[in-house]
């Protein structure tokens, strides 16, 4: 008997069905597309609409930004002559020239330039030093390593051709990227993660050498700094030093002690409650009033401060709400094992606070990185302060778009990076403990 | 309840069940509050060694409250309680020492999901205990061992089901080598047929002579291993006896009716 007159007969089950393919219309491409782009009139009806929208404002943003773009000029009104010259009255086309000619001052500000190896190098020993914390093996440090030294070596073949000269072919960034690329090669496995980790500790004491100078390196005064250079700058230690003590806040905020509560709330909300400006005028002007007379301290390293403490506190909210989320069955458990508070909250809280936490967490550094360009307001260069003194050079009187359009390109790339890791860190984690 | 034979009483040998005249733990005039509601009153329960103590009462009687204050996951206001002749104080050394001695094992589990199982057990053996990991690592398998789940040592505990889970919630605590072990209702998240593998473990336990004190209504379990049950009713010990007597000849007329409730049906 089959399952024919199961409701109105009693009924015993006889036959096992064993599991059959779905139907072949609703899996595979067409299935999709019916599904998420034709499900209805409406929706299909939509769809056209967009692709008529995507084909008739793509091109032209092409045209502009890259078909009757110009790359070598001396200025504006060059540009405009060698586009309508090429082709024909009317036209309008970007002028990258721009970018090609400042490309040194955006990235490295007034950092001297027989000297810009030396941000070069601290980025490459940046990603070195994050490598290991943000993956389980250095693999991905040899992939870039290697493809750093592909495009110096095009570049260089290019130049040979061109210019017949070979470039910055064999410079430090070149070196450091090979050494660092072969160690990653032959000593990347997990096993080897800690001595990495050990560099990762070393490094801020490398990077302010590397970019200050001292001993052997010819120091550079923090007024020379600018560009995204300024930017990475500061970000990155907003974001390494943030994490840190948004954690120890947020702990502090949840803490027994009353008065070690008191003091973090007080923080938090004192520092939540301020905007940024106000913070960083008073890292540039105030503190010197408060500070005693003839004390000079540097005012990135001011900023520095400001920033991180600033985004600390949002962090640590960020962090309290991850705090809040764990059963308090974790807590209990870990009491009762015999563990102590900071052994429970390494071992078991927070490793599970944070990784509820990741899209806060990511969403503040994105915050963070963005919110470094207010360091303009009080007269540091960095890539959107250095745009007035462009824009008011008589060459580039009148450039907009190629200008920010730059800026806001290298800020995407970071921020959608960060982003991107922050996705691909939730899958790695969610696969390592179904629930 | 359906569970009240879970093994046949004549396959288990008695073993090592027998109750030593030292003192495990001693509760002594226990009082709690929770603000102003009094949860527990004038509280005295003495357990010796190898005693194993069955709580029950309806819910909301301060039972859970009660195993709670015998590790500190509450505090109490008035009273003491001394577990191994260590008096419990707001002394936190002195909470740690007795939290290495008493295991615990929740209503909910309370595993660590983002550890698998075998990291669970080892975990306070090694931060706690400062074993070897390779020491760790032994001990913890020998108790999935016990706990019939050696084979899933390396998953997750959220791809285990409940009654594994509380197993391995039991083997955790178990690895840490406690002299007393608290249960808090731990079958009363579990689909029936879960409720007999982990009963039979915990029945299996008490045959090794482990002290235990059970919050539970698995009756048919305090008939079959415990020394004692004790009724608890509006944060008071109503009655407490043998697992006989108590069942067969209730005392208190609020025992009466408790039984009466829970064994109709």
Not at chain 1, 201 to 206: E, G, K
Not at chain 1, 408 to 422: D, E, I, K, P
Request: some cysteine; aromatic content about 10%; charged content about 15%.
């Amino acid at each position: 008997m089959s399952g024919t007159h199961a409701h109105t007969v009693p009924y015993v089950a006889e036959t096992h069905y064993p599991a059959e393919p779905a139907p072949v219309s609703t899996t595979g491409p067409i299935a999709w597309l019916r599904e998420n782009l034709f499900s209805s009139w409406l929706n299909a009806a939509i769809t056209l609409i967009c692709l008529a929208f995507i084909l008739w404002i793509v091109p032209g943003i092409l045209d502009w930004a890259v078909f009757k773009s110009v790359w070598h000029a001396k200025s504006l009104s060059e540009c405009r002559e060698i586009i309508v010259q090429t082709y024909g009255e009317g036209t309008t086309g970007a002028c990258w020239a721009v970018i090609h000619e400042r490309l040194g001052q955006l990235l490295y500000g007034f950092y001297p330039v027989d000297q810009r190896w030396r941000p070069d190098v601290t980025l490459l020993l940046l990603i070195t030093a994050m490598i290991p914390l943000l993956f389980q093996t250095m693999r991905p440090l040899v992939v870039v390593m290697a493809a750093l030294i592909g495009v110096k070596i095009l570049i260089a073949a290019y130049l040979a051709v061109t210019e017949n000269t070979l470039g910055s072919l064999f410079g430090p960034t070149t070196i450091v990227a090979i050494v660092i690329g072969g160690l990653a090669y032959f000593f990347g496995d997990t096993h080897h993660r800690t001595r990495w980790l050990v560099f990762t500790i070393v490094f801020p004491i490398l990077a302010y050498f590397l970019l200050w100078g001292g001993i052997i390196l010819e120091p550079i005064p923090s007024s020379r700094f600018g560009g995204f250079l300024l930017t990475m700058v500061i970000g990155v230690t907003g974001i390494a030093g943030s994490l840190p003590l948004g954690i120890l806040l947020a702990l502090g905020r949840q803490s027994k002690l009353p008065i070690l509560r008191l003091i973090c709330v007080t923080f938090i909300e004192f520092i939540r409650g301020v905007p940024l400006i106000t913070l960083l005028f008073v890292a540039s002007t105030l503190l010197n009033y408060f500070l005693p007379p003839g004390t000079n301290f540097d005012l990135i390293l001011r900023v520095l401060i400001m920033v991180t403490l600033f985004a600390s506190a949002y962090m640590a909210e960020v962090i309290r709400g991850g705090l809040a989320a764990l059963p308090k069955g974790q807590y209990e458990a870990s009491d009762t094992l015999g563990l102590t508070y900071w052994q429970g909250m390494r071992l078991i809280i927070l490793p599970q606070a944070l990784k509820i936490s990741i899209p806060g967490i990511v969403n503040t550094f994105i915050g963070l990185f963005k919110d470094t360009t207010l360091v303009a307001v009080i007269g540091l260069l960095d890539p959107l302060g250095l745009t007035n003194p462009i824009r008011s050079d008589a060459n580039w009187n009148g450039i907009v778009w190629e200008l920010y359009g730059f800026i806001a390109f290298l800020f995407f790339v970071c921020c959608w990076g960060m982003s991107r890791y922050s996705m691909y860190l939730e899958t790695r984690l969610r696969a390592a403990d179904r629930r | 309840m359906a569970n009240v034979a879970h093994t046949d009483p004549t396959e288990t040998t008695p073993g090592p069940m027998t109750v030593s005249e030292e003192v495990a733990i001693d509760i002594v005039d226990l009082n709690k509050w929770y603000g102003e509601f009094h949860v527990l009153k004038n509280i005295n329960l003495t357990v010796n060694k190898g005693e194993r103590i069955v709580v029950c009462g309806p819910s909301g009687s301060g039972k859970s409250t009660l195993i709670r204050c015998i590790n500190a996951l509450e505090k109490h206001q008035k009273g003491s309680i001394t577990v191994d002749g260590t008096q419990l104080t707001s002394d936190l050394k002195k909470i740690d020492e007795i939290r290495k001695d008493v295991g615990m094992v929740f209503q909910h589990f309370n595993l660590f999901p983002h550890l698998t199982i075998l990291e669970n057990c080892t975990l306070a053996p090694i931060w706690v205990k400062k074993m070897p990991k390779r020491e760790a690592n032994e001990v913890a398998m020998r108790y999935l061992t016990r706990v019939k789940i050696p084979e899933q040592a390396n998953k997750y505990p959220g791809q285990l089901s409940g009654g594994q889970q509380q197993r391995v919630a039991i083997a955790r605590a178990l690895c840490m080598n406690p002299h007393v072990m608290l249960f808090d209702e731990p079958t009363s998240a579990l689909d029936p047929e879960m409720i007999k593998e982990v009963l039979d473990v915990m029945v299996d336990l008490a045959q090794t002579g482990m002290t235990m004190i059970c919050v539970t209504h698995e009756m048919g379990f305090a008939r079959q291993v415990a020394n004692r049950v004790v009724f608890m009713d509006q944060g008071q010990i109503v009655e407490s006896n043998a697992p006989e007597p108590f069942f067969t000849n209730p005392q208190h007329e609020r025992t009466q009716l408790f039984l009466s409730q829970i064994l109709a049906h």
